[in-house]
């Protein structure tokens, strides 16, 4: 393998990304405010299925876009009312929708299944292009990779940088606090659900228009995504920059999968496609294990200079969530 | 002159009447309050939840049958007849009831202990894959050791596939959400890579086709049917873990504590119980069942395994709707048999509706989200009704019954 392989293989691996970084970053937003979205890997199917729909109906790519960002926002809706408003368990709705929202992506898609639809085109920038490495690496892709780029960067500045990101932080964490400080917090709530939800359902149409263009039903592959994505959201500890070098890191490793499977005869496929998921838990297993009690203990019985080394690495893990995460506001 | 007093004996009159009338008001509203919340009203109420819930899933399903044209009666009608209307067609609503039974079982056991699993799927892959080897393998053993060894060995599958979570939530922390739909995902891939290579129908493995599935097994190892129906041994299995289940949970030390760790794992580390350990246990037990219900789909249904590539083309979904069955039954193991049977009747006889009266079948999925949807939101508020109640009794100065020495227990704090 040559070095222009290498590099338009690590190319590729951020367009593939893109749809990942997309939902991420939603969930992302969703958490901070302090809404668990758990309906991702249906309202993904549901919008990937909805943005193919209407792209080959009317054969524009912006209504498909639309679409799923519509499917998002009111699957997202919901989401909102019943935790917010209804003050109900954000785990079960979540949980359910996400059931739902599959299975009548499966049924609704059926007339769709296998059909030739549009798909983005590429959008070289020229002038950036050219530049060597960098321009193959960044500047060689379609619109939505490139809003990907964005979208990471967008979000990052919007929580760290900003006033309203300031209060984003404050209503996820402390929502009594932000309240006195004058903040709505159940409407921000909804805002910020709602449109992180809107990201989620970006995802879909960017797989159906784009990475995985067409619409193939149970064989889509995108089964699953949703739940990637979640834990991805985890393990980037609600940090943008952090959680999408996640998404990069799991699309590295399914394209590692598909470049060395050629080479590894021996290994059945299904290890491969089966390889992200243990890695999940086993980065889920990281980022917690700091606070698990026997660790504190183990650690607290080791030598010194161990002892710290472990300590930090573990610190540098750990990602808490915002703490009220999943918990409902009421003033009183 | 003498219209004074009767004007003043009259307004005195309503008054007096007025006043008896609020003061009656008082008393009835008092009563009605007492009635209200009264211990067993609010049993009523709570137990019959899930029925109202039911109930106005399939008043909304109407509206949508009304939307598409289709006169709601005549569906329901076809519905309540592919269900119930023959002996053959309720043996059916059993058959899809078991695994349902089984699944919602493990479940009972875990979100008791405050575990959510929603491994089922994956559990129940496993013991299947586990159970067919053991009837492939031992082909010269006796029927019956080998229907037992299967569905010992489906057990014990289930119980590992739920025990790795179990482990990674107790001692690393790791969100056992994620971790057992992660669990799902791996479960499947094994699946598909033992029904394409090692584990296939030998066959198959000739043929160009080489459709995915192992070969059947021996016609002595099957689980007894109730001929001429479908219905086999493996829901008569089941019925009896339920009672069994419901002897673990409150009649037992063990049961106690994990039910004691589910309801507050402080006060049950102080009373000195290890509570990983019956994080571990909740989820091994729970995927146990879920393993013998994929046991016991094999030996008793399809008599081998396919698949189509999904999990669902094995397990039908009961891995989920297990879940949902075992709310329905308000996580109580006896509760969970006309539980599990009313969404198994949903399942048979939402098919012949849609045969009969023609509706999409997108439509048939949607009237069983719209039901999960109801009951699970019922469920929550039930908890949340009963959590109040506890309340207002603590401010009453009366101590909250104490949960775990009620002998009826179904009324007990929920999860």
Known sequence: MDSTTILIGLASVLVAAAPVVFAVMGETLSERAGVINLSMNGTILLSAMGGFAVSVRTGNLFLGFLTGMLIGAAVALIVAFSSITLKQSQVAVGFVLALVCRDL???????????????????????????????????????????????????????????????????????????????????????YTVLGGALIGLAGPTYSLSVKAGWKGTISGLDGIGWIALAITIFGGWNPLRAAFGAYLFALLQWLGLVLQPSLPNIPSQVLQVAPFPLMILTLLLVNIGDAEWVER??????????RFFAKAFRAMRASPPAALGVPFERD | MDDAPSYGYLSVAVIRSLQVESVLHEVMAATMKKVFESEWVSRLIDGLLPVFATLAALLVGAVMLLFLKVNPIEAYKALWVGAFGTSNAFAETLVKATPLLLVGLGICISFRGDVINIGGEGQMIIGAIVATWVGLTFTTLPGWLVITLAMLAGFAGGAVWGGIPGVLKAYFRVNEILSTVMMNAIAVQLMNFLLRGP?????????????????????????????????????????ILAVLVYILLWRTTLGYRIRAVGQNPHASRYAGIKVPRYIVLALLLSGAFSGLAGATQVFGVNYRMITDGSASGFTGSAGFN?????????????WSIPASILFGALLVGANSMQRVVQVPSALVIALNGLVVVFVVSSEIWRQKRQRRRLSVARQDGDSPPPADEQPVPHTEAGT
């Open chain 1, 105 to 191: 992506s499966y049924f609704l898609g059926n007339p769709f299944m296998g059909l030739a639809g549009p798909r983005l085109p590429a959008w070289p920038l020229s002038g950036l292009k050219e530049i060597p490495v960098i321009g193959t690496l960044f500047f060689n892709h379609d619109l939505m990779t490139y809003l990907s780029f964005i979208v990471i960067f967008v979000s990052w500045f919007w929580i760290f940088r900003t006033r309203p990101g300031l209060m984003l932080q404050g209503i996820g964490e402390r929502p009594a606090a932000a309240y006195v400080r004058g903040a709505n917090v159940n409407l921000m709530r909804y805002v």
């Open chain 1, 298 to 307: 183990t650690l607290a019985s080791l030598p010194e200079p161990t002892r």
């Open chain 2, 199 to 239: 584990m296939i129908d030998p066959a198959q493995a000739e043929l160009a086709s080489k459709i995915p599935q192992t070969a059947r097994l021996l016609e002595i190892f099957r689980l007894p049917r109730l001929i001429p129906t479908r219905l086999h041994l493996g829901a008569l299995i089941a019925v």
């Open chain 2, 322 to 334: 297990g879940i949902v069955a075992a709310l329905f039954g308000q996580l109580h193991p006896i």
